[in-house]
């Protein structure tokens, strides 16, 4: 994966702050990300606050087999989404180790989050 | 310019649906083009046929199909997520064999492919969430 | 520059600190529904950080018996004004 710079931009940025299984927000979000970037845009996600649970490893189906959001994350690479991106004051707020983290994200200090979004055309948040 | 809405919140349990609604007036008032409102999440409740709330309250079904009325303005409805809370057209209501169907026109069931495309074609897509 | 639009109240949710994470140096932040309680002057501490890009909804003010009290970093737009913000930005971030 690319640590340059110019690889930050893209036409499609998907802010994801809402943890797994609690609600929909995290598959819906990623069903956005997903059809973008079938549709040929460049696409980043950028895990905020909450959304970083997204990417904690030994997730698993909840009971009454809902689906929860790990197998369709395991998906991005068949998309081509590898522009990912963690937000590492919330990964510091919950004590949780970036390199125990599923997809190996690029983490990010706050500066760099306006940075991102600057680098894309259209925002979406989730 | 050409604006697009992304709506996420349900009507009557959250004030996404009137702020959408005001912001749509007021843009159009403005003399700026409404492409279309995308329904997703709880939004797309907004496109509840059946909705039958009190007559004094404001009817939001029937404010979105005035605005596509008055102005041409596409009401799209995302199908995944509508599928799942039981909101179906004809179309789908027989593909599914339910005895009933909870959207019609000017609501239309489509994928979350038209909420990229009216991003990509728009020059302001807002969000209003729950 | 961007619209930043926040409708929680820093009095029950943390998403504020969210969008303002996300402000750059000239982005503006525009309270509605809920977030106009920010506009209290015990809440609006919470947006010492944006003097003179901090908004919020006159309608949505006015609803809650707000308008004649808001602190005096607050400026209120109306839902017209809510769309010539929109105009003046190159694009909007909604943080709910």
């Known amino acids: 994966m690319s640590h340059d710079h110019d690889s930050a931009d893209g036409e499609l940025l998907v802010i994801l702050r809402h943890a797994p299984h609690g609600s929909s927000w995290l598959r819906e979000g990623l069903d956005a990300a997903l059809v973008a970037a079938a549709f040929g845009q460049r696409v980043s996600l950028l895990f905020m606050g909450e959304g970083v649970m997204a990417l904690v490893d030994g997730q698993e189906a909840g009971p009454l087999g809902q689906k929860g959001t790990a197998p369709t994350l395991r998906m991005l690479e068949m998309y081509d989404i590898d522009a990912l991106w963690v937000e590492r004051e919330a990964l510091a707020a919950r004590g949780l180790d970036e390199a125990a983290l599923m997809l190996a994200p690029r983490c990010l200090e706050a500066p760099g989050i306006v940075e991102l979004i600057d680098a894309h055309d259209l925002v979406l948040t989730f | 310019m050409r604006y697009g809405i992304l709506l996420m919140g349900a009507p009557y349990s959250d004030q996404a649906s009137h702020s959408a609604l005001r912001f749509a007036r007021a843009l159009l008032a403005r003399g700026h083009a409404l492409e279309a409102v995308f329904f997703y999440h709880d939004g797309v409740y907004n496109a509840a046929r059946l909705a039958a709330p009190p007559q004094d309250e404001p009817h939001l079904v029937d404010a979105w199909a005035a605005l596509h009325a008055e102005h041409g303005v596409s009401l799209e409805v995302c199908i995944a997520a509508a599928l799942r809370r039981g909101l179906l057209d004809e179309r789908e209501a027989a593909r599914h064999g339910k005895a009933g169907h909870s959207v019609e026109a000017p609501f239309e069931l489509t994928g979350v492919g038209q909420l990229i495309d009216l991003g990509r074609r728009c020059d302001r897509l807002v969000t209003f969430g729950p | ?96």
């Not at chain 3, 209290?40 to 944006?50: H, K, S, T, V």
């Not at chain 3, 609803?63 to 769309?83: H, K, N, W």
């Open chain 3, 1 to 96: 520059m961007k619209l930043h639009i926040l409708n929680r109240s820093p009095g029950v949710s943390r998403v504020h600190e969210q969008a303002l994470a996300a402000m750059g140096p000239d982005d503006r932040l525009l309270l509605i529904e809920d977030g106009v309680q920010g506009a209290l002057p015990g809440l609006a501490g919470a947006f010492a950080a944006i003097p003179g890009r901090l908004f919020a909804l006159h309608e949505d003010l006015a609803s809650r018996g707000l308008l004649a009290r808001c602190d005096a970093a607050v400026q209120t737009v109306d839902a017209d004004g809510f769309v010539a913000l929109t105009e003046e930005s190159e694009q909007t971030l909604s943080w709910y």
